[in-house]
T-cell receptor, first 115, second 114 residues
Framework: GAGVSQTPSNKVTEKGKYVELRCDPISGHTALYWYRQSLGQGPEFLIYFQGTGAADDSGLPNDRFFAVRPEGSVSTLKIQRTERGDSAVYLC?????????????FGPGTRLTVT | AQSVTQLDSHVSVSEGTPVLLRCNYSSSYSPSLFWYVQHPNKGLQLLLKYTSAATLVKGINGFEAEFKKSETSFHLTKPSAHMSDAAEYFCVVSPRGGSYIPTFGRGTSLIVHP
């Protein structure tokens, strides 16, 4: 079956611009996670949804970052006034339920470059 | 609070020799532990997980890991490395209660020489 998909695969934007990153989870998965992975680091948690609501957004670095999941399926991560430090690979994962022992299935990521 | 320490940033082995990737964790809750593999330009894939049953966990591609509570370790092993095992490996700790937020280690790059 179809896995987690993320679009675009690459995004280059100028400093100060607004970007949206999209995640399509596996059908039927209620939990959805966003992570940010910088070069040479492990993924860093940003936010997760259980259904439509953000169950925990404690990983969002500041108020320029926002994410939505209005119908409990597709999610969009939004970054306002981008900065060069936002450059990273943004990963999305989905799972059947929240937390362990549910396995998270990861998408291929969106590589964001802010120039 | 929880944290993960992957003790080696790079591990280099010859094909056919054993693999050992080390992971130590700390967690306020009784944790679940995972190993993920990330091949270049591919998504993260689950290798194996420990939730609360047997402490020796077998995963895909011949990998296994042993949960040792007294040592707070969850080292990943494989008896014989294959060229296709070359990748980045991440140890992950996740609480079974509370926040459910997983914490990833920094990763260990496994290099396999012919």
């Amino acid at each position: 079956g179809a896995g987690v998909s993320q679009t675009p695969s690459n995004k280059v934007t100028e400093k100060g611009k607004y970007v949206e990153l999209r995640c399509d989870p596996i059908s039927g998965h209620t939990a959805l996670y966003w992570y940010r992975q910088s070069l040479g680091q492990g993924p860093e948690f940003l936010i997760y949804f259980q259904g439509t609501g953000a169950a925990d957004d404690s990983g969002l670095p500041n108020d320029r970052f926002f994410a939505v999941r209005p119908e409990g399926s597709v999610s969009t991560l939004k970054i306002q006034r981008t900065e060069r430090g936002d450059s990273a690979v943004y990963l999305c994962a989905s799972s059947l339920g929240q937390g362990s022992p549910y396995e998270q299935y990861f998408g291929p990521g969106t590589r964001l470059t802010v120039t | 609070a929880q944290s993960v320490t992957q003790l080696d940033s790079h591990v280099s082995v010859s094909e056919g020799t054993p693999v050992l990737l080390r992971c130590n964790y700390s967690s306020s809750y009784s944790p679940s532990l995972f190993w993920y593999v990330q091949h270049p330009n591919k998504g993260l894939q689950l290798l194996l997980k420990y939730t609360s049953a047997a402490t020796l966990v077998k995963g895909i591609n011949g990998f296994e890991a042993e949960f040792k509570k007294s040592e707070t370790s969850f080292h990943l092993t494989k008896p014989s490395a294959h060229m296709s095992d070359a990748a980045e490996y991440f140890c992950v700790v996740s609480p079974r209660g509370g926040s459910y937020i997983p914490t990833f280690g920094r990763g260990t790059s496994l290099i396999v020489h012919p």
